[in-house]
Antibody, heavy 117, light 107 residues
Framework: EVQLLESGGDLVQPGGSLRLSCAAS????????MSWVRQAPGKGLEWVSS????????YYADSVKGRFTISRDNSKNIVYLQMNSLRAEDTAVYYC??????????WGQGTLVAVSS | DIQMTQSPSSLSASVRDRVTITCQAS??????LNWYQQKPGKAPKLLIY???NLEAGVPSRFSGSGSGTDFTFTISSLQPEDAATYYC?????????FGQGTNLEIK
C-alpha cells in the first residue's frame, strides 16, 4: 500500500525558511517522480514542484521559482521541499504526491505552512 | 501553460440524480487527465485516471470520458456520501494544472 507522510509544516514569519519532508513507502521510490501540490485556505489546488525519479530533473511553478528547491534522497525514500523567502501567499496545506510514470497520483495527508508575523 | 476550465463551479442535486462535470483543456492533453474527490479537511482522492479508468475500490457509479481537450466526469446515481469538491488535473505537461473545482451539494 502506498503511504506518503508529510512533515515540517509550521508557523513562520515572512522572509523565513522551512523545509518540508515527505516519507514514502509501499512502492519502489526511485522509479517514480514526486511532486508537491499546495492548497491555500478555502482555495483550489496548485501544483508547486516536481522531481524525477533519479532527482536529475526538477520543475517549478513560476510562483515559487528561485525561492523553493525540491530534492530527494532515494536511500531514505524521502522527498524534500526547501522553502526560502516565504510570503503570506505561501500559506497553504502542502501535499506530496507520487506521480509519473504512473497516471495514478497518490497523495499524502498534507502539512500546514502558515506564514505570518 | 495549459488552462483547465472546469464547470460548473458548484451544483446542487438530489440523491439518485445523474451528475455531470466537464473539464476543457486549452490544448490537447493526450488523455492525461485525472479526476479527484476532496472532502473538507482531507487530501484529494483519486477517482479516475487517464481520463476514463476507474481507480481500484472506487464505486462504479463514478465514470470519466472524453479525449483531446474535452472531458466529462459523471456520477450515475448520486449518493449522500458524494458531497464533496471535485477537481480535474492535467499531467501532460509541466506545469501540471487543475480545474477550479466543483462544489457538489446534496439537496
Amino acid at each position: 500500500e502506498v503511504q506518503l507522510l508529510e512533515s515540517g509544516g509550521d508557523l513562520v514569519q515572512p522572509g523565513g525558511s522551512l523545509r518540508l519532508s515527505c516519507a514514502a513507502s509501499g512502492f519502489t521510490f526511485y522509479d517514480y517522480a514526486m511532486s508537491w501540490v499546495r492548497q491555500a485556505p478555502g482555495k483550489g489546488l496548485e501544483w508547486v514542484s516536481s522531481i524525477s525519479g533519479s532527482g536529475g530533473k526538477t520543475y517549478y511553478a513560476d510562483s515559487v521559482k528561485g525561492r523553493f528547491t525540491i530534492s530527494r534522497d532515494n536511500s531514505k525514500n524521502i522527498v524534500y521541499l526547501q522553502m526560502n523567502s516565504l510570503r503570506a501567499e505561501d500559506t497553504a496545506v502542502y501535499y506530496c504526491t507520487k506521480d509519473r510514470p504512473s497516471s495514478k497520483f497518490y497523495w499524502g495527508q498534507g502539512t500546514l505552512v502558515a506564514v505570518s508575523s | 501553460d495549459i488552462q483547465m476550465t472546469q464547470s460548473p463551479s458548484s451544483l446542487s442535486a438530489s440523491v439518485r440524480d445523474r451528475v455531470t462535470i466537464t473539464c476543457q483543456a486549452s490544448q490537447d492533453i493526450n488523455n492525461f487527465l485525472n479526476w479527484y474527490q476532496q472532502k473538507p479537511g482531507k487530501a484529494p482522492k483519486l477517482l479516475i485516471y487517464d481520463a476514463a479508468n476507474l481507480e481500484a475500490g472506487v464505486p462504479s457509479r463514478f465514470s470519466g470520458s472524453g479525449s483531446g481537450t474535452d472531458f466529462t466526469f459523471t456520477i450515475s446515481s448520486l449518493q449522500p456520501e458524494d458531497a464533496a469538491t471535485y477537481y480535474c488535473q492535467q499531467y501532460d505537461n509541466f506545469p501540471y494544472t487543475f480545474g477550479q473545482g466543483t462544489n457538489l451539494e446534496i439537496k
